[in-house]
């Protein structure tokens, strides 16, 4: 069950979804609780249903201090690759707090120092502590929000379904159907035996 930070300084809980994804932005957020948030099903979000989630989510966005979240796109997925697009996506979560905090809680182990912001690095941060689970929260459903939308407009891939994870159905659907402009170019979209003319 994740705690508080134990500190009386400003928290923000940080954390990315969709790093492993064929498709898709990867999307973080930035989470600061107030010091007596708590609830009982607050949890690292791969952890939880999608009703969970989204039901958390509301309750995030209500009794949060601050949140935000922050997006980097496909095309800076495969120019700069997929660590550094995350590590822009939380910078760029951070950027809109509304207010500055004091410590950057990072679920993980690795991040490019925001100015003049101390950070923690923390693996498995999501089931430790409550801001970093909060972010998790958010960032996922948010992104999932992204992949719903474009499932729309390209129903072919099952991205409702998937989120754009490397599923057999997804790998398939590309097989079938080749890319679009949404897929991550620099990732492995097939295993080795299956080749892709791109």
Request: contains cysteine; charged residues 25%.
């Amino acid at each position: 069950m994740p705690k508080h930070f134990p500190t009386k300084k400003i928290v923000a809980g940080i954390d990315e979804a969709g790093r492993g994804c064929l498709a898709g932005p990867v999307v973080s957020a930035a989470v600061i609780l107030p010091k007596n948030f708590n609830n009982p099903i607050l949890n690292d979000s791969k952890t939880l249903s999608e009703s969970k989630r989204k039901f958390l989510a509301k309750i995030i966005k209500k009794e949060a201090i601050f949140w935000s979240i922050g997006i980097s796109n496909v095309k800076e997925i495969d120019d700069i690759n997929i660590l550094n697009a995350s590590f822009l996506s939380m910078h760029r979560a951070i950027n809109k707090l509304t207010k500055k905090p004091d410590i950057l809680l990072i679920d993980g182990n690795r991040f490019k120092k925001y100015p003049k912001i101390d950070h923690l690095c923390i693996i498995k941060g999501d089931a430790k502590f409550m801001s970093i689970a909060a972010a998790s929260i958010i960032a996922k459903t948010s992104r999932d929000k992204i992949m719903k939308e474009l499932d729309a407009i390209h129903p072919n891939y099952h991205w409702k379904k998937n989120k754009g994870y490397p599923t057999k159905k997804h790998r398939s659907s590309i097989l079938e159907y080749g890319i679009n402009q949404h897929h991550r170019k620099s990732f492995k979209l097939l295993p080795n035996q299956l080749t892709l003319s791109l």
